[in-house]
């Protein structure tokens, strides 16, 4: 058996890893003794991206050690013609990829000369990209030595985020945030890419990460027509606040696990 962490990041709390903290449920799953390559997919927060794109860097670093990146599954990733090179500048701004440095580097702080990052930046994809780069990046996450990092809020509710759904037979505002969040952990414990794009037509949730998930989603379909057998499930979930008025806001946290078998 062999795990395939899932975990999802804090982008807009006031206190960043305070809240992504939840993240930490999910590096608790990770074992440093089989892992040699960490991919870390985010979601573009700054600039306009329909592709996904790779970092112009060879090593990024942390406040405990340099964590280097992989060049030669960069190279392989390259020559597919499917990725764009960011800037150094987008680099530096996009915190959902950072925001998970420091995590990586304590979860595998016991084997830190014996493994590589693949961080990969990811647009605003099409079903048919998901498709296409879960395909692409699926024969990866079939290697027991590669751990998959997705990074992700969930619903970002409140004027400020210009997202006010409110199903008031939940009762008060976050029980029905919590309901709606819930749903879509509960779609993506199936592993279905299909019924996660639906839901996201028809509640319009504020996942910042839809995207990445969208294409682990799509990997994890491609490696199930190969008979591969595994599950995900949540380990916790969190609000920023409990928002109980229409002045309210707030951010909601969970961390999940993904183990192939």
């Not at 996009?94 to 016991?110: D, N, R, V």
């Not at 749903?183 to 509640?203: A, H, R």
Request: proline share 4%; with cysteine; aromatic share 12%.
């Amino acid at each position: 058996m062999s795990n395939r962490m899932v975990c999802r990041e804090a982008s807009h709390a006031g206190s960043w890893y305070t809240a992504s903290g939840r993240a930490a449920h999910a590096y608790k799953q990770v074992d440093p003794s089989i892992t040699r390559r960490v991919f870390i997919l985010g979601p573009s927060h700054h600039v306009p991206l329909s592709r996904c794109a790779l970092s112009p860097a060879e090593v990024y670093r942390t406040p405990l050690y340099d964590l280097r990146i992989d060049q030669k599954v960069y190279a392989d990733l390259w020559k597919t013609g499917m990725f764009e090179r960011m800037t150094l500048q987008t680099d530096e701004d996009e915190h959902s990829i950072e925001m998970h440095l420091p995590y990586t580097a304590k979860a595998m702080e016991s084997y830190k000369e014996e493994f590589s990052i693949v961080p990969v930046l990811v647009g605003a994809l099409s079903e048919s990209k998901e498709q296409e780069y879960g395909k692409l990046l699926s024969k990866y996450l079939a290697d027991p030595s590669n751990l998959f990092i997705i990074s992700s809020d969930f619903c970002h509710w409140g004027q400020r985020f210009r997202y006010t759904y409110y199903d008031e037979n939940q009762g008060e505002i976050y029980r029905s945030i919590e309901h709606l969040d819930k749903m879509g952990m509960g779609i993506i414990e199936q592993l279905d890419p299909v019924s996660f794009s639906n839901y996201l037509k028809k509640y319009h949730n504020t996942i910042c990460g839809r995207h990445p998930i969208g294409v682990l989603l799509n990997a994890v379909a491609e490696l199930k027509k190969n008979g591969l057998d595994m599950n995900f499930s949540f380990l916790n979930y969190a609000q920023s606040s409990q928002c109980r008025n229409w002045s309210d806001s707030s951010v909601s946290y969970a961390a999940g696990a993904l183990v192939v078998h």
